[in-house]
């Protein structure tokens, strides 16, 4: 045998951990490759970082760049200017970024300048909203990356839209669904149902989760009180457990609103906590894209709000319902799921436990030429 095949997998962003978390796991079972981990230290407390680690068994960081929070352009530069260094002294034969986090381009971007493969996990899914930071990430990471894991068809359309080769596009499926299967036994054992109330004699109430964090949503005063408003309203029909992310938090201290106390406030959660109450939740609210595809995976109707999505997939095939923010909507939409008229899904081709599998597969195949799989 060789020497192993030197990969660094890098995370960012508390999105990032349930995709990498199947990876390393799978590339730890080959000893034909080593496998590295390099935290860019863009999230960094311990409920959006630590505590992923921890219940996922990710292994500590080899690295951590530890960049924190600041400005678009600060961030990324400050990745890139970091990471240069790790990726000279370690000299992978493969960069892996996933998602599409501010890490995940600058990354990827430093490793092409100095002649290293880049594998993108997640590729080619669009929203066509360029005023998303993530659609920005998105497009530039696939113009530059060297092979193309998608989870979806569409995907594969828009890169070769976009004139990338056919032979680097692999459809994997979904890593982030490879994690909801394998933790979802370990997540049911999870207090946190007893802990919120929701569990009486074993047996759980109706209740919604919530999560808002995008730009769009909770940067504009208007928008967040708007957004609260309709929510509060929601609240009326069921209990609303809303785990708040810092950004939003942030900004709704600064708005000086007051929830009312019939909306659930807590803070971030942990993974199997998270999943244990999506899992058993009657309806999701949100404008994350992964937890879009978790409830998906759980057959959990979700309501997304937002105009768009770069996964079309979980509408045409699985729960999601895009309701954007109009009150009218989004009310109406809480009614009909209660009323038992929710969206029938189905999962989606390969979104079986599998992908990471898929992905290591490829990437231990010879690579053909000097620089295209
Ligand atoms: C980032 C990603 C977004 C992803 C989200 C998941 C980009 C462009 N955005 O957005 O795609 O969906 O993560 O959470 O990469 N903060 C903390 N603790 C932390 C990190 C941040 O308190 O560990 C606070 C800081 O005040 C920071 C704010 O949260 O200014 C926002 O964090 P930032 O990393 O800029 O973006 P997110 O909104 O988290």
Known sequence: MGRPLKIINVVGARPNLPKIAPLMREMRRHPEIEPILVHTGQHYDERLSDVFFRQMGIPAPDVNLEVGSGSHAAQTAEV????????????????????????TIAVSLAAVK????VAHVEAGLRSFDRTMPEEINRILTDAIADLLFVTEEDAITHLLTEGRPRSAIHLVGNVM??????FLPIAQKSSIGAELGLVDSQSWRRFAVLTLHRPSNVDSVEKLTELMSTIEAVANELPVIFPVHPRTKQRLAESGAIPSPRLRLIDPLGYLDFLCLLSKATLALTDSGGIQEE?????????????????????????????????????????????GNSKAG??????DGKAA???????????????AW
């Open 80 to 103: 890139l200017k970091r990471v240069e260094p790790v990726l000279i002294e370690y000299k992978p034969d493969i960069v892996i970024v996933v998602g599409d986090v501010n890490s």
């Open 114 to 117: 100095l002649g290293i493969r």
């Open 177 to 182: 669904i490879d994690s909801v299967r394998h």
């Open 295 to 339: 409830t998906t995976a759980l057959g959990v109707p979700c309501l997304t709000l937002r105009e768009n999505t770069e996964r079309p997939i979980t509408i045409s095939q699985g729960t999601n319902l895009l309701v954007g923010t109009d009150p009218a909507q989004i009310i109406s939409a809480v009614r009909d799921i209660l009323a």
């Open 346 to 351: 189905r999962i989606p081709p390969l979104w």
């Open 357 to 371: 599998e898929r992905i290591v597969e490829i990437l231990l195949r010879p690579v053909p030429s000097e620089k």
